[in-house]
């Protein structure tokens, strides 16, 4: 198992009401609008009260806004407005695939889910001691004599090599990055237009993902976003093509080191091998096209006709004879173990102020086994609790 450290004894951490600030946060109000995708014309609608309303709330000309009112419209806990600032996710710090595709609002609900989310990150770094971040910088990677900085390829390449992962299948890459430090998160069923974005927080990488795609597809998504926090940490990428591109090249070189690749191959290629290829090294099958395109093992008339074929059987938009889901390790221990400790999912949203949904729906489909009743898959505190104690190895901060 990835984590090693000896679990120690645990006990309890208690809030009281006293640890809440009790004076109105119009900060919080607009992040709680701005979550729910909503204007302050909107807002002010769904409250009875005019935009202007809703405009001097959020700008504290209003001591006590009527935050029960705000609370059952915004589905926010009340207790939720009356926190600290939350330090927030900006649009220049995150890798967004599809930014240009996203209106200003939908940017901002999804970057808001991100920021609440992060606070639960926070929650676990204070109770339990996770791996290290151990994510090499552009700075640590290695190029050719030619040039100043690594290829996305070189850079694949030299993260195997510090990783000691050889040319072959990276087996859970989910496991693998958390492993590394890296905290995956996943985004809510409306918000999910977006296919993945990362970005670094306080020397802290997080991975926000699409759990709903294809399993091959969420692995290259990660590696994907994996090329990003290496490569392109304090660059701002959005709505430049070539970042993406690069981040592309990255995650088809990791998952498919050309070495490991080629070794396998003999004489002409057909798409019955491409089958056979792309569940050993559990990627999709027209990632898999793209990547022997790419290293010249299949002409242009080939990659052309393979791909409108796989189009044809449907594995443009999904996977069949796909892999089952990774599930993320390190949240299935922390949510075992939290239970252990009398926290549920409504206990910890409760003590971070933040809605359930929000904290549920970034855990549901990162934390349900196989072996989880169908009637409690939706809920992420029901893991696996054998499993968690069996593998337990995080250990309570002291």
Same mark, same amino acid.
């Given at each position: 198992?990835? %984590?090693? =450290?000896?679990?120690?004894?645990?006990?309890?951490?208690?809030?009281?009401?006293?640890?809440?600030?009790?004076?109105?946060?119009?900060?919080?109000?607009?992040? =709680?609008?701005?979550?729910?995708?909503?204007?302050?014309?909107?807002?002010?609608?769904?409250?009875?009260?005019?935009?202007?309303?809703?405009?001097? $709330?959020?700008?504290?000309?209003?001591?006590?806004?009527?935050?029960?009112?705000?609370?059952?419209?915004?589905?926010?806990?009340?207790?939720?407005?009356?926190?600290?600032?939350?330090?927030?996710?900006?649009?220049?710090?995150?890798?967004?695939?599809?930014?240009?595709?996203?209106?200003?609002?939908?940017?901002?609900?999804?970057?808001? &889910?991100?920021?609440?989310?992060?606070?639960?990150? #926070? %929650?676990?770094?204070?109770?339990?001691?996770?791996?290290?971040?151990?994510?090499?910088?552009?700075?640590?990677?290695?190029?050719?004599?030619?040039?100043?900085?690594?290829?996305?390829?070189?850079?694949?390449?030299?993260?195997?090599?510090? $990783?000691?992962?050889?040319?072959?299948?990276?087996?859970?890459?989910? =496991?693998?990055?958390?492993?590394?430090?890296?905290?995956?998160?996943?985004?809510?069923?409306?918000?999910?237009? /977006?296919?993945?974005?990362?970005? %670094?927080?306080?020397?802290?990488?997080?991975?926000?993902?699409?759990?709903?795609?294809?399993?091959?597809?969420?692995?290259?998504?990660?590696? &994907?976003?994996?090329?990003?926090?290496?490569?392109?940490?304090?660059?701002?990428?959005?709505?430049?093509?070539?970042?993406? +591109?690069?981040?592309?090249?990255?995650?088809?070189?990791?998952?498919?080191?050309?070495?490991?690749?080629?070794?396998?191959?003999?004489?002409?290629?057909?798409?019955?091998?491409?089958?056979?290829?792309?569940?050993? $090294?559990?990627?999709?099958?027209?990632?898999?096209?793209?990547?022997?395109?790419?290293?010249?093992?299949?002409?242009? %008339?080939?990659?052309?006709?393979?791909?409108?074929?796989? #189009?044809?059987?449907?594995?443009?938009?999904?996977?069949?004879?796909?892999?089952? &889901?990774?599930?993320?390790?390190?949240?299935?221990?922390?949510?075992?173990?939290?239970?252990?400790?009398? $926290?549920?999912?409504?206990?910890?949203?409760?003590?971070?102020?933040?809605?359930?949904?929000? +904290?549920?729906?970034?855990?549901?489909?990162?934390?349900?086994?196989? /072996? /989880?009743?169908?009637?409690?898959?939706?809920?992420?505190? &029901?893991?696996?609790?054998?499993?968690?104690?069996? #593998?337990?190895?995080?250990?309570? /901060?002291?």
């Amino acid at each position: 198992m990835i %984590w090693t =450290a000896m679990m120690t004894n645990r006990h309890r951490f208690m809030s009281t009401v006293s640890d809440i600030p009790s004076d109105f946060n119009p900060h919080r109000l607009r992040l =709680a609008r701005e979550r729910r995708g909503l204007t302050k014309e909107s807002l002010g609608q769904l409250c009875g009260v005019s935009r202007r309303a809703v405009t001097d $709330w959020e700008s504290g000309n209003v001591e006590s806004p009527p935050v029960g009112r705000i609370a059952d419209v915004l589905n926010f806990p009340a207790s939720f407005f009356y926190g600290e600032d939350i330090d927030e996710v900006g649009e220049g710090a995150v890798s967004f695939r599809a930014l240009s595709s996203m209106t200003p609002r939908q940017v901002r609900r999804v970057l808001t &889910h991100a920021s609440l989310v992060r606070s639960f990150s #926070s %929650w676990i770094d204070k109770r339990y001691a996770t791996p290290p971040v151990d994510v090499p910088s552009i700075e640590e990677l290695t190029a050719s004599v030619y040039e100043a900085e690594p290829s996305p390829v070189e850079a694949a390449d030299s993260v195997r090599a510090i $990783w000691t992962l050889g040319v072959k299948p990276v087996r859970d890459m989910l =496991a693998l990055v958390e492993s590394r430090g890296v905290r995956v998160f996943g985004l809510p069923a409306t918000d999910r237009e /977006v296919d993945a974005f990362s970005f %670094w927080f306080e020397d802290r990488p997080f991975v926000f993902l699409n759990a709903s795609k294809s399993a091959e597809r969420v692995r290259f998504d990660l590696a &994907h976003e994996l090329g990003h926090l290496c490569m392109h940490r304090n660059v701002r990428t959005n709505r430049a093509r070539r970042f993406e +591109l690069d981040a592309n090249a990255f995650a088809s070189a990791f998952l498919m080191p050309k070495a490991g690749l080629l070794s396998q191959i003999v004489g002409k290629l057909s798409l019955g091998d491409v089958m056979s290829l792309k569940k050993f $090294w559990r990627v999709s099958a027209t990632a898999m096209v793209r990547r022997l395109h790419q290293l010249g093992r299949i002409t242009d %008339w080939q990659y052309r006709s393979w791909m409108i074929e796989l #189009s044809g059987k449907g594995f443009r938009s999904s996977e069949p004879d796909g892999q089952a &889901h990774e599930q993320s390790a390190l949240l299935r221990q922390v949510l075992g173990l939290a239970r252990e400790d009398g $926290w549920r999912v409504d206990r910890i949203s409760k003590e971070l102020g933040i809605p359930r949904s929000d +904290l549920s729906e970034a855990l549901i489909g990162l934390t349900v086994t196989s /072996v /989880v009743a169908p009637t409690d898959a939706a809920d992420p505190d &029901h893991v696996d609790r054998t499993s968690a104690r069996s #593998s337990a190895s995080l250990r309570l /901060v002291q």
